[in-house]
């Protein structure tokens, strides 16, 4: 495993989280320190073994496509917690 | 030196009742309403007296219900079996019209529309919801000294955290705030309070509890458990909330069975890796003292070993965070929570995120979101996730040769509030609630006695969904102490 750099602001904008410049160098520092730690498992050997994803051992947990009455959110009840509303929808600024 | 709290398995006899009604085990409690020897709403006025003498030393709610709890209880009738028993629920569980935060100010103001099922399960059954907990932010922590609804402090020790990121949960039952509460277990989040507080903790098998209404930390390995006053208490929780659910398709079909008769030839494991030198002698003494008890009761116990279990720690900080970071991305200030506007919306969305979420939440979103990142991917999560693989196989390999294992919760007791600055050393503290949280096994902690007067737990590891046999087995080590 190479040995990177912790790109901070890159990482951030994927994040879409900002940092000053002392609180970039601060996270950096404990980051990196994360990173070095979590770089051991680089040493275990994981040949021939698949990757987890869950524990269950299920797959493919299906139910039959019909609306059921008890699972609808009326959208006035969705949009309760919602700062900013029109028209049944929520209303955001605008993106571009 | 104070003498870490332990509950009577007997009510006490002879007039006068000096055991106040909040100091019952739920069992006592139960038994209580049901011969009427007191109602729910004398029950809730005994917890909610608790709660002002000690709430101001503790800070172990977010939210407590007084008006529910006035109103309530006095409308009487609860089903059984539960007959209007006070409890808590920590301040990650949806509750319907009633504010959750998850410990974060980015859901200061959100109240859900919804229950979540262990809610709906514990109202349908009886149960009295009390008041929220307080959380490390999203379950991030193992102190609950990351909350933006500040720290909690141990009962047993004002100047000692309660342990995290359960640890309101932890303090309110120590204390006798509630009669039981809910946590929820990612790496150790309610064995390790229940530890360090003296209660009772269980992490079900993963999959046998409900996620639906859980505020999502790591979709794969979070779980809801019980923390109570006796192992029988949190049998009876589990019992209740344990089960198949239609809303959430990551539990497990398998039936729950009643309490199993552990059978004398069950033998015990003492992984080796959890007993290393740097453990705390005291730690180490004793729940080797506990094990000692059940092999005087018959039981066989033989050392084995997990190769594994150094790698468990950064295997977790690698796939948690990765999940943490997905999990997270939902908080834009769109849909709930508080909003700091920009110009546009992505300067909104920044401002939003930047400000609401405390530093441990982003360390791991930043963390999870760099181990998922195009040319990171290969090497960090998806290895992880394979080390994962191998650390299931050598528990279910282990489970061969023996029924359970034996293990310390924690390295030590309760350390004190703002001793670990250091994110890796708090990370280091669930060394040994972690690989049965990958592998999804249950396990519980149990108070096995005190060190230097602050209380220490041992952890019961069982194989997958052999919950109930774990509590019996519990059970069984709680009446022998």
Same mark, same amino acid.
């Given at each position: 495993?190479?040995?990177?750099?912790?790109?901070?602001?890159?990482? %951030?904008?994927? %994040?879409?989280?900002?940092?000053?410049?002392?609180?970039?160098?601060?996270?950096?520092?404990?980051?990196?320190?994360?990173?070095?730690?979590?770089?051991?498992?680089?040493?275990?050997?994981?040949?021939?073994?698949?990757?987890? %994803?869950?524990?269950?051992?299920?797959?493919?947990?299906?139910?039959?496509?019909?609306?059921?009455?008890?699972?609808?959110?009326?959208?006035?009840? %969705?949009?309760?917690?919602?700062?900013?509303?029109?028209?049944?929808?929520?209303?955001?600024?605008?993106?571009? | 030196?104070? +003498?870490?709290?332990?509950?009577?398995?007997?009510?006490?006899?002879?007039?006068?009742?000096?055991?106040?009604?909040?100091?019952?085990?739920?069992? +006592?409690?139960?038994?209580?309403?049901?011969?009427?020897?007191?109602?729910? +709403?004398?029950?809730?006025?005994?917890?909610?007296?608790?709660?002002?003498?000690?709430?101001?030393?503790?800070?172990?709610?977010?939210?407590?219900?007084?008006?529910?709890?006035?109103?309530?209880?006095?409308?009487?009738?609860?089903?059984?079996?539960?007959?209007?028993?006070?409890?808590?629920?920590?301040?990650?569980?949806?509750?319907?019209?009633?504010?959750?935060?998850?410990?974060?100010?980015?859901?200061?103001?959100?109240?859900?529309?919804?229950?979540?099922?262990?809610?709906?399960?514990?109202?349908?059954?009886?149960?009295?919801?009390?008041?929220?907990?307080?959380?490390?932010?999203?379950?991030?922590?193992?102190?609950?000294?990351?909350?933006?609804?500040?720290?909690?402090?141990?009962?047993?020790?004002?100047?000692?955290?309660?342990?995290?990121?359960?640890?309101?949960?932890?303090?309110?039952?120590?204390?006798?705030?509630?009669?039981?509460?809910?946590?929820?277990?990612?790496?150790?989040?309610?064995? #390790?309070?229940?530890?360090?507080?003296?209660?009772?903790?269980?992490?079900?098998?993963?999959?046998?509890?409900?996620?639906?209404?859980?505020?999502?930390?790591?979709?794969?390995?979070?779980?809801?458990?019980?923390?109570?006053?006796?192992?029988?208490?949190?049998?009876?929780?589990? #019992?209740?909330?344990?089960?198949?659910?239609?809303?959430?398709?990551?539990?497990?079909?398998?039936?729950?069975?009643?309490?199993?008769?552990?059978?004398?030839?069950?033998?015990?494991?003492?992984?080796?890796?959890?007993?290393?030198?740097?453990?705390?002698?005291?730690?180490?003494?004793?729940?080797?003292?506990?094990?000692?008890?059940?092999?005087?009761?018959?039981?066989?116990?033989?050392?084995?070993?997990?190769?594994?279990?150094?790698?468990?720690?950064?295997?977790?900080?690698?796939?948690?965070?990765?999940?943490?970071?997905?999990?997270?991305?939902?908080?834009?200030?769109?849909?709930?929570?508080?909003?700091?506007?920009?110009?546009?919306?992505?300067? !909104?969305?920044?401002?939003?995120? !930047?400000?609401?979420?405390?530093?441990?939440?982003?360390?791991?979103?930043?963390?999870?979101?760099?181990?998922?990142?195009?040319?990171?991917?290969?090497?960090?999560?998806?290895?992880?996730?394979?080390?994962? !693989?191998?650390?299931? #196989?050598?528990?279910?390999?282990?489970?061969?040769?023996?029924?359970?294992?034996?293990?310390?919760?924690?390295?030590?007791?309760?350390?004190?509030?703002?001793?670990? +600055?250091?994110?890796?050393?708090?990370?280091?503290?669930?060394?040994?609630?972690?690989?049965?949280?990958?592998?999804?096994?249950?396990?519980?902690?149990?108070?096995?006695?005190?060190?230097?007067?602050?209380?220490?737990?041992? #952890?019961?590891?069982?194989?997958?969904?052999?919950?109930?046999?774990?509590?019996?087995?519990?059970?069984?080590?709680?009446?022998?102490?």
């Amino acid at each position: 495993m190479a040995k990177k750099k912790f790109d901070v602001s890159h990482i %951030a904008k994927l %994040a879409r989280l900002s940092f000053t410049p002392t609180e970039s160098k601060q996270i950096e520092k404990e980051l990196s320190r994360i990173l070095d730690y979590v770089e051991k498992i680089s040493k275990v050997n994981v040949s021939g073994l698949e990757p987890t %994803a869950q524990v269950t051992g299920m797959e493919n947990v299906l139910r039959e496509d019909v609306p059921r009455k008890e699972r609808i959110l009326e959208s006035s009840e %969705a949009l309760k917690n919602a700062k900013e509303k029109e028209r049944g929808l929520f209303r955001i600024q605008k993106i571009l | 030196m104070k +003498q870490a709290k332990s509950f009577p398995t007997e009510a006490p006899e002879g007039a006068g009742r000096t055991v106040e009604f909040c100091d019952l085990t739920l069992k +006592q409690a139960i038994e209580g309403l049901s011969k009427k020897d007191f109602s729910p +709403q004398e029950l809730a006025q005994s917890c909610l007296g608790r709660i002002r003498e000690r709430e101001k030393d503790l800070n172990a709610f977010i939210s407590v219900f007084e008006e529910k709890a006035v109103s309530g209880a006095s409308k009487g009738n609860f089903p059984k079996p539960l007959l209007g028993v006070p409890y808590a629920a920590k301040d990650n569980i949806s509750t319907k019209g009633f504010r959750t935060t998850a410990g974060s100010k980015i859901l200061d103001d959100y109240i859900p529309p919804y229950d979540a099922m262990v809610i709906q399960r514990l109202s349908k059954a009886g149960g009295f919801l009390l008041g929220k907990t307080n959380l490390d932010e999203f379950a991030m922590g193992s102190s609950t000294e990351n909350s933006a609804y500040g720290v909690t402090r141990n009962p047993h020790d004002l100047s000692r955290v309660p342990g995290g990121s359960s640890g309101g949960s932890a303090a309110v039952v120590a204390t006798g705030e509630v009669i039981f509460a809910l946590g929820s277990d990612t790496g150790g989040s309610v064995r #390790q309070p229940a530890s360090f507080c003296g209660v009772v903790g269980f992490k079900p098998t993963y999959g046998r509890v409900s996620r639906y209404g859980l505020i999502a930390m790591a979709s794969s390995l979070d779980q809801i458990g019980p923390i109570t006053k006796s192992v029988e208490d949190a049998e009876l929780v589990y #019992q209740i909330i344990a089960g198949h659910d239609p809303y959430d398709s990551t539990t497990v079909k398998i039936p729950k069975t009643n309490s199993d008769k552990i059978n004398k030839d069950s033998k015990i494991g003492l992984p080796k890796e959890y007993f290393p030198k740097d453990v705390d002698a005291d730690v180490k003494k004793a729940v080797l003292g506990a094990v000692s008890l059940l092999e005087k009761e018959g039981f066989k116990v033989e050392e084995v070993s997990l190769p594994t279990t150094a790698y468990c720690i950064p295997t977790y900080y690698l796939i948690v965070p990765s999940e943490v970071s997905s999990n997270l991305a939902r908080y834009d200030g769109v849909r709930y929570g508080p909003r700091i506007l920009g110009n546009i919306f992505l300067e !909104t969305l920044y401002k939003t995120r !930047t400000a609401g979420f405390g530093n441990e939440a982003k360390r791991r979103i930043m963390l999870g979101t760099f181990a998922l990142s195009s040319g990171y991917y290969e090497a960090y999560y998806l290895k992880a996730a394979k080390v994962r !693989t191998k650390i299931s #196989q050598e528990f279910a390999s282990v489970f061969e040769k023996v029924d359970f294992l034996i293990t310390p919760t924690a390295p030590t007791p309760a350390f004190k509030i703002g001793e670990k +600055q250091d994110p890796l050393s708090m990370y280091l503290s669930d060394i040994f609630t972690i690989p049965s949280s990958l592998a999804g096994l249950p396990a519980i902690s149990i108070p096995c006695g005190d060190v230097r007067g602050l209380p220490i737990g041992l #952890q019961i590891i069982g194989p997958k969904f052999s919950d109930e046999r774990v509590l019996s087995f519990a059970k069984i080590y709680e009446k022998l102490k």
